[in-house]
């Protein structure tokens, strides 16, 4: 009967208890709504670098991370080869890594010279894809892929010959002409200003650095499997000798970004919860006060204090539970159109668009579909409520029955 | 045995500011099976004197004794199992709880004291039909009259096997026929199965149903009348 009480008590005043409920459902709706586009869209922008250029997970020479030097360049040893052999490897793509000066006619700048395997480079980033003019590379190739922004910038255009010239392995003296065979398109300004691939074999002329790479790129399956996968090469690999980075090793700036930006927001739902919160007290507090005459005839006739507490207590959480309910199945909906169909930045003018490609930003907005984040706004606002629902407790505590009942 | 035995009672309200002293030594005894009305004019401690008999309230000085048992020494959590296990209360007004049935009312009680649902249904239609409430008994308070409500009271308080009930001016919101009604089934719960009934009143006509009437004035006890019946 206690239950059937708190049950009845909760639908005696529906107005107030779908206001609550009501108020609640718009926390966990508003909360998971804004932390959805922003873990998507942050998602979305690591996904692009790391899909793009970097991968999962690279293999380096121990130390490569701080100090991005072509002395660190090593060999792919039968050891490192048989990495393809983990699963959740799909394939592994050797590069080598380093900087050039890059100069046409009377122009020159620096960039950033990748050689790279074109049909494993092609099988991991898609880089075939952002082709915008002229043809991929072969395997062999004594050309150049250059980045739209680089071919503006030195007045490239396909056929035209760029020189780069550069320190290789060792000290030794790099230097090379290169026709330019295709112009590549980048969602990041900065990769589309500095990037030149060349085949691999190219490269390594280039450097001086005959069968030596830098980085070994690991195509694993999905971002899930990572730590597995690297967990897996340190075993194989052993100590002293490589150093095995997984995206986030990679990118600590951006991750680190994120995690500020992140912050922020919850600042943002800090302040929405206590606005919430403030309400949801309100109704407590009406609610307790409305029914104190009722409280003072139980402890009357003899119910004690704590169960009484413990059954208002509930009825309130319950009320919170509902509204999380509601809140959660609201949204998903909401979440789910804006996962398949992504805020376009595009949309809101130029200038918007151009603001995030500064920053090498996508200006596209998706919405992650996370159960976690579901789960956790959840959690919050649940634990908001229930935690406000122990004012009746003290309350009860106090409460006089003969002045409870004096009306 | 008295099943109440008040000694010198004294309550003085506010005793830090403005003293109001609503009882002035009173000393009362009860015998199980009394019909008992407590009158006097407004302000004279009746309300005050039923509260602390009732243990809902403490004397400031002076003791009260329930079947030999001194209650002002009790603490919160036993003083509520005292007042469940032997008091049953009827107020002036509102005395249900508004979500439960009648008969859910009258079961509240037996469940506290974790009688068997069995037990609960038997007696709680018992009690509703002894206070002519039988067809009644899935309505909730606000479907019921001010007087079925202090009927179904009356059952409440009879629910919990109580040595006596308490009431404050149970009939002070009735009017004259649910007043004469409600004392008809007091008397006869009463007389018939020997409830020790104390109330206060202001009504002549509640008074005159009394067998003892015990008149305070000024928190003091200034008449005690015994009634041949
Ligand atoms: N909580 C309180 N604080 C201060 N004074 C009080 C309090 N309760 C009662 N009194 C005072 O104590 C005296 C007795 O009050 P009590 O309510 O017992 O009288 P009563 O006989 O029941 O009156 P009525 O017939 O109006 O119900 C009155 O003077 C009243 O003002
Ligand atoms: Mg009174």
Known sequence: MLTKLAWRNIWRNRRRTFITAGSVMFAVFFAVFLRSIQEGTWNNMLDNVVNFYYGYAQVHREGYQDDQSIDKAFEITDTLKELAAIPSIKSIVPRLESFALASHDEHTTGVMVVGTQPDEEDGMTQLSD????GNYLDADDKSALVGLGLANYLKLGLGDTIVLISQGYHGVNAAGKYAIKGLLKFGSPELNKRMVYLALPEAQRLYGAEQLVTTLA?????KEATSKVVSAVNKMLGKGHYEVLDWQEMMPDLVQAKELDTGGSYLVLFVLYIIIGFGIFGTILMMTEERSY???ILLAIGMKRLPLSIIVWLEIVFIGLIGTLAGMVLSFPLVYYFHINPIDLAAMGEDVAKTYEKFGMEPVMP????????LTQAIIVLLITTFLAIYPFYKINKLDPISAMRR | MSIITTKAVTKVYNPTTIPVEALRGVDLTVEQGEFTAIVGPSGSGKTTLLNIIGGLDRPTDGYVEVNGKDISKLNDNRLIDFRKDNIGFVFQAYNLIPVLT???NVEFVMLLQ?????ERDARSEELLTAVGLDDQMDRRPAQLSGGQQQRVAVARALASKPSFVLADEPTANLDSKS???LLDIMARLNKEEGVTFVFSTHDQRVIDRARRVITLVDGAIA???RKES
């Open chain 1, 367 to 374: 919405a992650a579909l996370d159960p976690s984040l579901f």
């Open chain 1, 218 to 222: 690991l195509n694993i399956e999905n």
């Open chain 2, 114 to 118: 974790k009688r068997s649902k069995a």
């Open chain 2, 179 to 181: 007043t004469a009604n």
């Open chain 1, 130 to 133: 952002r082709l915008v003019q």
């Open chain 1, 294 to 296: 009722e409280f003072g």
């Open chain 2, 102 to 104: 009648a008969k859910e």
């Open chain 2, 223 to 225: 008449s005690d009348e």
